[in-house]
């Protein structure tokens, strides 16, 4: 099996992304131009051989109001085959992020999530959440619920492993993974910048 990781994908969006966005950095708006996003023309073309599409999304950050109309933007149908990862900071509230992961679950067949720690902050929700391991609890109970995964799978033979950066040899109570292939971390940079 051929996998395509790229860095980012034009066909995620209905529509193309406008040229110039508002960027929100320290409470100011500030206009920036946004860079020219180019693909490979065989991966613009085409699949890998066995039709797995890989997609990798992070800093969606939906709790700003353009950012979750990007989300809603999304093609319902185009990627019902596909596989998300989202890798972290979806969202500071709770109810965003639970709808921003609901929108993505129904877009994509599969979704991965691994939390960033904008999602564990407890900024303005203290009275729901008395600390950030609390809230990683309850944000892992919602991805559950909506079938998001954030256990390691294997999906057509390649193994995908979301880690939580507090790793401890003490935490793992799962069973040792076997007789899959997992991709290098030399082939994904060789993929995100070639």
Same mark, same amino acid.
């Given at each position: #099996?051929?996998?395509? +990781?790229?860095?980012?994908?034009? !066909?995620?969006? /209905?529509?193309?992304?406008?040229? /110039?966005?508002?960027?929100?950095? /320290? #409470? ?12 490979? !023309?065989?991966? $613009? ?7 797995? &599409? ?13 950012? #979750? ?8 149908? &185009?990627?019902?085959? @596909?596989?998300? +990862?989202? $890798?972290?900071?979806? $969202?500071?509230?709770?109810? @965003? %992020?639970?709808?921003?992961m609901s929108l993505l679950k129904d877009r994509f067949q599969r979704v991965l999530f691994v ?7 407890? &900024?303005?929700?203290?009275?729901? %959440? ?8 309850? +944000?892992?109970? $919602? ?14 033979? +390649? ?12 935490f793992d109570r799962e069973k040792d993974i076997s007789g899959i292939r997992i991709l290098p971390?030399? #082939?994904?940079?060789? %993929?995100? %910048?070639?």
């Amino acid at each position: #099996m051929v996998v395509k +990781l790229m860095p980012c994908c034009p !066909s995620l969006s /209905q529509k193309p992304l406008p040229k /110039q966005v508002q960027i929100r950095t /320290q #409470m100011k708006y500030t206009t920036t131009r946004r860079p020219e996003i180019l693909t490979s !023309s065989a991966a $613009a073309s085409s699949t890998s051989a066995s039709g797995l &599409r890989v997609f990798v999304l992070s800093d969606l950050h939906t709790d700003y109001s353009e950012n #979750m109309t990007w989300v809603k933007c999304l093609s319902t149908t &185009r990627h019902k085959k @596909d596989v998300l +990862l989202v $890798a972290g900071d979806v $969202a500071e509230k709770y109810d @965003d %992020f639970v709808l921003t992961m609901s929108l993505l679950k129904d877009r994509f067949q599969r979704v991965l999530f691994v939390p960033g720690n904008h999602d564990l902050w407890c &900024r303005g929700e203290e009275n729901d %959440f008395p600390d950030s391991l609390e809230k990683l609890n309850k +944000l892992l109970d $919602a991805c559950r619920g909506l079938g998001v995964e954030i256990n390691p799978v294997v999906i057509d033979g +390649l193994g995908i492993i979301p880690l939580f950066s507090w790793y401890h040899e003490s935490f793992d109570r799962e069973k040792d993974i076997s007789g899959i292939r997992i991709l290098p971390l030399e #082939m994904v940079i060789h %993929f995100l %910048f070639s």
